[in-house]
């Protein structure tokens, strides 16, 4: 029998095909894309406010199923860069294990659980097969859906959008990056978070960004301030987005601290909107 293998439905690692004009041999490259690594955090953040008419399976749910048939839909680094792909896998759900409390035998297996946990587990369905696959995918496209399709990685060039003097207050928000923020009660990295950016520093030693945080439902709090530019995750995206002014992003920030899951998906929306009637503006296509 063959070795059970994963399905793929988002990855952060993009394939190069390349040839050896000198060896005449071809091969295929394979390099982490920090932007789309950004957008798989994300979905772990986004799936839960994007389905609450049917919620999706967490690790309490699943621990009274144990030794029955399960797909579950993970969030998973096990890559030898370290970037989240999200993928699913068919397997026994089992509990008291040495790889924690709970696990997922993975079909074939008998041994060597895949441990399921709060950061890992995104979503779970009954049985095995296409069926389940289905589900899975169609509920994540739904998610998906929520972003851009187009982004791009934060690079020194696309800094030159923001302004590097006068009045922030009076300045547009002419950059959108999605990242992650670590929370304050260390409990670990708050994924999909939006930086909305209108003034950097261009300190060629430690350049700093000021603007305002998004940030979704969590310990953290929606507000504006800065950030230094080597603190950010290297797992950023640009979002592609015509600017708002400081004030648009202030009330967005108001709005989500006042009610962070709408607030979080209205700015999101807000946000996508613009690019899709303003794509000039954004720089390119987001469709």
């Given at each position: 029998?063959?070795?059970?293998?994963?399905?793929?439905?988002?990855?952060?690692?993009?394939?190069?095909?390349?040839?050896?004009?000198?060896?005449?041999?071809?091969?295929?490259?394979?390099?982490?894309?920090?932007?789309?690594?950004?957008?798989?955090?994300?979905?772990?953040?986004?799936?839960?406010?994007?389905?609450?008419?049917?919620?999706?399976?967490?690790?309490?749910?699943?621990?009274?199923?144990?030794?029955?048939?399960?797909?579950?839909?993970?969030?998973?680094?096990?890559?030898?860069?370290?970037?989240?792909?999200?993928i699913v896998l068919e397997g026994r759900i089992v509990t008291a294990t040495t790889a924690g409390p709970l696990a997922l035998l993975l079909k074939g297996r008998r041994t060597r659980g895949i441990p399921l946990t709060t950061s890992t587990l995104i979503d779970a369905t009954p049985g095995w097969g296409p069926t389940a696959l289905s589900h899975l995918t169609t509920r994540l496209a739904a998610v998906r859906a929520l972003l851009p399709q187009q982004t791009t990685p934060l690079t020194p060039d696309v800094l030159t959008r923001v302004s590097?003097?006068?009045?922030?207050?009076?300045?547009?928000?002419?950059?959108?990056?999605?990242?992650?923020?670590?929370?304050?009660?260390?409990?670990?990295?708050?994924?999909?978070?939006?930086?909305?950016?209108?003034?950097?520093?261009?300190?060629?030693?430690?350049?700093?960004?000021?603007?305002?945080?998004?940030?979704?439902?969590?310990?953290?709090?929606?507000?504006?301030?800065?950030?230094?530019?080597?603190?950010?995750?290297?797992?950023?995206?640009?979002?592609?987005?015509?600017?708002?002014?400081?004030?648009?992003?202030?009330?967005?920030?108001?709005?989500?601290?006042?009610?962070?899951?709408?607030?979080?998906?209205?700015?999101?929306?807000?946000?996508?909107?613009?690019?899709?009637?303003?794509?000039?503006?954004?720089?390119?296509?987001?469709?």
């Open positions: 029998m063959p070795a059970y293998k994963p399905h793929t439905l988002m990855s952060s690692i993009t394939t190069t095909p390349t040839s050896s004009s000198s060896e005449g041999v071809s091969f295929t490259r394979l390099s982490p894309a920090l932007d789309q690594a950004a957008v798989c955090n994300t979905m772990h953040t986004l799936y839960p406010l994007a389905h609450t008419s049917q919620p999706p399976a967490t690790v309490t749910d699943l621990m009274a199923h144990d030794g029955e048939k399960y797909t579950a839909l993970v969030l998973s680094s096990g890559n030898a860069w370290r970037v989240p792909q999200l590097d003097g006068g009045d922030p207050d009076n300045q547009p928000c002419t950059l959108v990056l999605l990242t992650s923020t670590q929370a304050p009660d260390n409990t670990g990295p708050v994924h999909g978070c939006l930086w909305l950016i209108n003034d950097r520093t261009p300190d060629p030693d430690d350049p700093t960004l000021g603007g305002v945080l998004l940030a979704p439902p969590s310990t953290l709090t929606s507000e504006h301030g800065s950030i230094y530019l080597r603190r950010l995750p290297q797992c950023t995206a640009v979002l592609p987005a015509a600017a708002l002014s400081y004030q648009e992003a202030i009330d967005l920030a108001d709005q989500l601290n006042a009610a962070p899951e709408h607030g979080y998906l209205t700015a999101l929306a807000r946000l996508t909107a613009r690019t899709r009637t303003d794509p000039a503006r954004a720089g390119r296509s987001t469709d």
